[in-house]
C-alpha cells in the first residue's frame, strides 16, 4: 500500500506517530517513522521535566532533534506537553511556592518552550489530562495554586508565544460519551465563552481491545460542532498477552473503528499512533501483562491492525 501519510493526505488528514527520539538512530525504526507519518509529536522530549529539568535551565537537545527530523521528513510536529501532572521535574512537583509564584513559573516556562519552536509547531498539547473520571477537575500543584483558571491562563501564554500553533487541551478516557467527556466539553465551551484562546481538543484513545467507544464518532463530532478541531492524539490497543490470532483480528476491526470515526468527522484533523511497534510501546511497562498494542509487531512486521488503517483511510 502507499504509505499511510498519502492515504491521510487524499482526506486533507495528517497520520502522526508518538516517537521516541533516541530510536530515530535505528535504520528499522527511521524506515517506518520518516516515510509513513506526516507528523510526529514527541513521546517524552518536550515534557517539562525533560526540558527544565532545573528552575531555569533548559535543555532542548532531545526536542530539538526530533523537530529537525521532522522537517527534514516534510513532517509537522505536535508538540506535548506543557502543563501537565506528570513527569514534572521535582522544583515543579515538590517545590514550595509564594502566593502568585507558579501561575508565573507556568506562564514562563509555556513562553519559553513555545517561544523557543514558534512557527515550527503545527498544533501543541497546551495542557495535558485536566479531569477527573467524574468530569471535574483534577487535582493537581497548577489546581491548587493557581486555581481553575490555570488553563486559561497556560492558554493565553501559549498563544502570545506563537500566534500560528493550535492550541490544545488533551485527555484520556474522553473518547467517547460519559461523565469525563461531558466535564471536557464543559470545560471547553466555557473557555471558548469566554474568549480565551483554544482551537482544538485531542482524544488520546488508549485503548483496551475490544472496547473502542461505540459513541466516538459523535462525540468528536459535538465538539467538532462547536468550531474546534479535534484529534486523536495518542493511539493504542492493548490485549492480554499473549496475542493470538484472534485477538489481532479483534483489533484491527478497532483500529478501523478509531480511524473511520475520525474520518467521518469533518473537523477531525487526524490520527496520531502512540508508537508503530510493539518493541517500543509504554503499554508492557505500564500495564503489567498487556500489550502488543501497536500496528506494527516486535519485528517491525504490519499486523492486521495496519491493514484495517489503510482500509480506514
Ligand atoms: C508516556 C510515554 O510513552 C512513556 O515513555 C513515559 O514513560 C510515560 O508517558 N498519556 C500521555 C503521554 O499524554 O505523554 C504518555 O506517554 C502516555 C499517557
Known sequence: APPLRELAAESGRFLGLGVNGPLLDQANYTAVAGTEFSSLTPGNEMKWGS???TRGSYSWAGADRIVDYAEAHDQEVHGHTLVWHSQLPDWVANGTFADGELRQVMTDHVATEVGRYAGRIARWDVVNEPLNEDGTLRDTVFLREIGPDYIADALRAARAADPDARLYINDYNTDGLGA?????????TSLLDA???????????HLILGQVPASMEQNLRRFADLGLEVAVTELDVRMQLPSDAAKLQQQAVDYGAVVGACVAVDGCAGVTLWGFTDADSWIPPTFPGQGAALPWDENYQPKPAYHAIVEAL
Do not use: H, I, N, W
Open 195 to 205: 474568549g480565551v484562546p483554544l482551537d482544538g481538543v485531542g482524544f488520546q484513545a
Open 180 to 188: 469525563k467527556s461531558d466535564g471536557m466539553y464543559e470545560l471547553v
Open 51 to 53: 526540558v527544565e529539568p
